[in-house]
């Protein structure tokens, strides 16, 4: 694979397609499995309140995982990203009913750097709040 978007095509400032991404319990299930993060704050609504959670919460990972993908399918190419880092802000509360949470996803170009790579600052947000901080990846472009 090979990065479909071409560095001179994109100037700072270019959105990114934004993207909503759901999120239930039985995501979250299937995440534990597939992570081997079987934590109970991320299944267990009664402990995940006894720890001082209002809810069971995604797994903080999960949530970077789903970001990021708003950056690979504009690059076309996962490879593409040569880094990528975040703070965590706020969990995504998940509640059991039959909507559960959305992650809120946009980016842009934050920068034009060399070797044909490009800054895009990520913003993700559920329920309102922002949940990941200086969400950014280096991606090199065509």
């Known amino acids: 694979m090979a990065a479909k978007i071409s560095y001179d095509d994109v100037e700072v400032g270019t959105h990114l397609p934004a993207r909503t991404f759901p999120v239930t319990r039985a995501t979250l299930v299937r995440y534990a499995g597939a992570s081997g993060d079987f934590n ?3 299944w267990n609504e ?22 990021i993908r708003v950056v690979t399918d504009w690059v076309g190419d996962p490879g593409a990203v ?3 880092g975040v703070r ?4 995504v509360v998940v509640p059991d009913d039959e909507r559960g949470a959305t992650i809120e996803v946009s980016g ?3 920068a034009k750097l060399d070797d044909r790579t490009v800054r895009v600052d990520l913003t993700a947000v559920s329920a309102g709040q922002k949940v990941l901080g200086m969400s950014r990846a280096l991606v090199r472009l065509a």
Request: without cysteine.
């Open 40 to 42: 109970p704050i991320h």
């Open 46 to 67: 009664k402990f995940a309140k006894e720890v001082g959670l209002p809810d069971v919460i995604a797994h903080g990972m999960f949530t970077m995982a789903e970001a």
């Open 88 to 91: 965590f802000t706020k969990p």
């Open 82 to 84: 040569v880094e990528y």
């Open 108 to 110: 842009k170009i934050a």
